[in-house]
């Protein structure tokens, strides 16, 4: 079991940046899969990115080239780089984490990530 938590969500302004990040309860080199899903209001749960322990990374085709995601095994966190955001972009965003034997999917609580225009 994994408990997960985001932080770095806010307000900014159209073409600006943020940086989330995803701490894990317990050690993350374990954890094959890793990754950023968003939710925007009305809208189903979307994949952002995501990546695998041997730093393969796979990107949702609205934020290809603008995002970018890393983990640091060490300091057991997940980041999500956002540049050149858009309000399109606005959602809440989670971190998931695949682990165990069940390959079992476990969410933080999320973050808001708010766009201005």
């Given at each position: 079991?994994?408990?997960?938590?985001?932080?770095?969500?806010?307000?900014?302004?159209?073409?600006?940046?943020?940086?989330?990040?995803?701490?894990?309860?317990r050690a993350i080199f374990s954890i094959n899969l890793m990754g950023w899903?968003?939710?925007?209001?009305?809208?189903?749960?979307?994949?952002?990115?995501?990546?695998?322990?041997?730093?393969?990374?796979?990107?949702?085709?609205?934020?290809?080239?603008?995002?970018?995601?890393?983990?640091?095994?060490?300091?057991?966190?997940?980041?999500?780089?956002?540049?050149?955001?858009?309000?399109?972009?606005?959602?809440?965003?989670?971190?998931?984490?695949?682990a165990g034997i069940r390959r079992l999917t476990y969410w933080g609580q999320?973050?808001?990530?708010?766009v201005s225009s």
């Open positions: 079991q994994v408990q997960l938590v985001e932080s770095g969500g806010g307000l900014v302004q159209a073409g600006g940046s943020l940086r989330l990040s995803c701490a894990a309860s899903y968003r939710q925007a209001p009305g809208k189903q749960r979307e994949l952002v990115a995501t990546i695998t322990n041997d730093g393969s990374t796979n990107f949702g085709d609205s934020v290809k080239g603008r995002f970018s995601i890393s983990r640091d095994n060490a300091q057991n966190t997940m980041y999500l780089q956002m540049n050149s955001l858009k309000p399109e972009d606005t959602a809440v965003y989670y971190c998931s984490a695949v999320g973050t808001q990530v708010t």
